[in-house]
């Protein structure tokens, strides 16, 4: 087996592990308000949310991938240079890696998309400055994830006033009907959610397959191939129900006491988004808009009762991610580049 063969063997081990913590940071984003509200127990939130992550993952399409694989660099430096492709990809994703965990552990539910762009521009640079990454599309990414938590508090606001006008007169034996809408919210985020955080990890496998010449990239991208698909989905889904009870925490009690009414609409909202970036092919983050969500449903009912201070700590937190997660790879590429002299 050649130097090649093992660190190529070195970034798909490391590939699993981000995205098993990022199923195991986000697990709070798909359960939190379902345990929260007591529709489900903690053990059945869980283990649901981890097989409709693997089914989203598996059957809602690759378009996110493709833009991992297309839109982010130019793939090219791939071919020219194998092995500072390789050693790119495992740069970017001890970055990711180190901040996801570190936020895990600390409670904050970051997000994986922003530490794995941050980390992929980080490692790009150091290796080729910054004439490789594709701005354009960068600078739309960036865009698309600043206005989708702005979509999710608006698409939570309104839903959940809507819902209330429809529930204005009914009986206090409508929760019945929230609990089993909550439980079907619940349900479609996590295939929604799966759907896009785990493309994210198929398109850096993608990469390493182009690396390795085994891939060939096109105009439109390069789809992975079903084992990499099944092989990301199998590890979200582990991460999933590993869980994170920390940030499950913060999410589900920290910003605001939700009821099963906002369950229903926070995920609903977060749903559609989620679904919406994804077939457009955008790696968002799945944080900002069941967060953002939550806070607009809480806001149609008692604007007060929002804790915004819980808020600030997280938004604080999501700026700083990407320059962490850049410098983390970028010095990682560095010292990568030197020990490995293959």
Known sequence: MNSMTIIGIAVIVFVLIFVFTNGFNNSADI????????ALSPRKAIALAAVCEFLGACFLGVNVAKTIT??????????????????????????????NIYCTYSGFPISASH????????????????????????????LVMLLTPAVGFIFGYFFTKITYLLVRNTTPKIN????????????????????????KSMGMLTLLLLALGF??????????????????ASFMAFGIFAGGASVIKTV????????????????????VVLYISTMLGYPVSSTHIVSTSIMGAGSADRIKAVKWEKIFEIIVVWFVTMPVAALVSGLSFYLLSKILTF
């Open 31 to 38: 359960v939190a308000t379902v345990i929260s509200t007591r």
């Open 70 to 99: 297309k839109g982010i660099f130019d793939p090219q430096i791939i071919f020219v240079d194998a092995k500072s492709g390789i050693i790119i990809l495992l740069a970017a994703l001890i970055g990711s890696i180190f901040w």
């Open 115 to 142: 530490s794995l762009l941050g980390g992929l521009l980080g490692s790009v640079i150091f290796s080729h400055g910054i004439g490789f990454i594709h701005w354009n599309n960068v600078l739309i990414i960036l």
């Open 176 to 199: 019945k009907l929230f609990r089993f809408l909550q439980i079907a919210g619940s349900m479609l985020l996590a295939f929604s959610h799966g759907s896009n955080d785990t493309q």
């Open 215 to 232: 891939r060939s990239v096109s105009v439109s991208g390069a789809a992975p191939p079903v084992w990499v698909v099944v092989l990301c």
């Open 252 to 271: 589900g009690i920290g910003i605001y006491r939700i009821k099963q009414i906002h369950g229903f609409t926070a995920q609903s909202s977060s749903s």
